[in-house]
C-alpha cells in the first residue's frame, strides 16, 4: 500500500472518517461506509500496518491546556553535512516544544511550530536551540490566530 492508488473508495471514506474524529467506534464507522465491523477492522488494520494511518489523537485546545503561543520558528544553517542533519533531527526531537518540524526548500533550510505558555517560555527554548548547535539565523513568527486546522483532504 505504498501508492496512492492502492486506497479504494472504501479506504478513503474509512480515513475521512478517523481524520474528522477518532473517537468514532468501530461499529459507527463500519455502519457510516457500509461494511459489517469485521472487514471495517481489517482495512483499518492493513491501514494501520501500511503505515497510511500513523496514529490516532485528540486534538486539543492550546489555550485551554497553557499553550497559547504558537511561533514559527525558521532556521538557516551553514552546514548542510549528514552529521549535522542527524545532531539537529535529534536536538528537535528531544524539545517536547516543538510539535512539527520541516525540512525546507529556498531560503530557509528547517521551519519548526513551537507551542509554549508565553514569550518568557519561548526566550528559553530560544537559547537552548541556539546553544544546541550552530545555526546562521533563526527567525520567529508569532501567530495571532489559526484561521484553519484541518484534516487531509482525501
Known amino acids: 500500500m505504498a501508492a496512492d492508488k492502492e486506497l479504494d473508495r472504501l479506504d478513503r471514506d474509512i480515513l475521512r472518517l478517523i481524520a474528522a474524529d477518532a473517537s468514532l467506534s468501530l461499529a459507527d464507522i463500519a455502519a457510516k461506509v457500509g461494511l459489517t465491523p469485521t472487514p471495517c477492522w481489517k482495512r483499518i488494520r492493513r491501514m494501520e500496518q501500511a503505515g497510511v494511518i500513523l496514529g490516532r489523537v485528540a486534538v486539543l485546545d492550546p489555550a485551554k491546556v497553557g499553550l497559547p503561543v504558537s511561533v514559527f520558528v525558521a532556521v538557516e544553517t551553514a552546514d548542510h553535512s549528514d552529521g549535522w542533519l542527524k545532531r539537529f533531527a535529534e536536538v528537535v526531537a528531544e524539545m517536547s516544544e516543538v510539535v512539527d518540524a520541516w ?13 509554549v505558555p508565553d514569550i518568557a517560555a519561548y526566550d528559553g527554548f530560544y537559547r537552548k536551540l541556539i546553544a544546541a548547535l550552530p545555526l546562521r539565523n533563526v527567525t520567529s513568527r508569532f ?11 482525501i
Open 103 to 115: 525540512r525546507m526548500s529556498g531560503d530557509v533550510d528547517y521551519v519548526l511550530h513551537v507551542v
Open 143 to 153: 501567530a495571532m490566530e489559526r484561521m484553519k486546522a484541518a484534516p487531509l483532504p
